[in-house]
C-alpha cells in the first residue's frame, strides 16, 4: 500500500514539453536518466531495456520491483511522454519526475497520477485478496481446485 492511501500503487504520467532534442534522441543519455531517477526515487532497479529508432526517438523501460519506469521520446517534437509507476510505501515517483524534468531540459510538463489498485472504495475494509475476477457463468467452466 502507499502512504496514507488505500491503493496499492501510484501511476504518474508525465509529458515533457520543449525539451532538448538532442538529449531526447541519445539512447545513453536516456538510459542513464531513467536509471538515476528510478534509484534517486528509492527504487530498486531489476532491468532495463532501452531502444533507438531510426531516424530518432527513444523507448525504454527500467523494471523496478516496485513496478517500471518506461519512456518515449519524439525529439523532433521537444516531447517526451513518462509512466512512473511505483507500487509500496518506500518509493516516490515524483522524485523522479522531478529529476527527470532537469534532465531533459523542460520547458512545460503536464502530469496526471493515478491511484492503482484502490482495494477498498468508500472506506470499506478489504479484509482478503480475491483469487480471482473471473465470474462463474453458464457458458464458461473453471477448473476445480
Known amino acids: 500500500m502507499t502512504k496514507g492511501s488505500n491503493a496499492l500503487g501510484r ?3 508525465v509529458e515533457y514539453f520543449d525539451c532538448d532534442s538532442e538529449s531526447l534522441n541519445d539512447i545513453n543519455y536516456i538510459r542513464d536518466a531513467m536509471l538515476t531517477a ?4 528509492g527504487a530498486t532497479v ?3 531495456v532501452f531502444h533507438l529508432f531510426n531516424p530518432h526517438g527513444v523507448s525504454g523501460v527500467v523494471v523496478i520491483a516496485e513496478s517500471h519506469l518506461a519512456i518515449h521520446t519524439w525529439p523532433e517534437y521537444n516531447f517526451a511522454a513518462v ?3 511505483t507500487c509500496g510505501t518506500e518509493v516516490d515517483p515524483w522524485i523522479a519526475f522531478e529529476f527527470l524534468k532537469e534532465k531533459f531540459k523542460a520547458g512545460n510538463h503536464v502530469t496526471m497520477e493515478m491511484k492503482r489498485g ?3 472504495p468508500n472506506g470499506r475494509n478489504i479484509a482478503y485478496k480475491p483469487v480471482s475476477s473471473v465470474k462463474k457463468d453458464k457458458k464458461m467452466r473453471l477448473p476445480s481446485v
Open 11 to 13: 501511476h504518474v504520467l
Open 38 to 41: 528510478a534509484e534517486k526515487s
Open 46 to 48: 531489476v532491468n532495463d
Open 83 to 85: 509512466d512512473l509507476f
Open 118 to 120: 484502490v482495494l477498498a
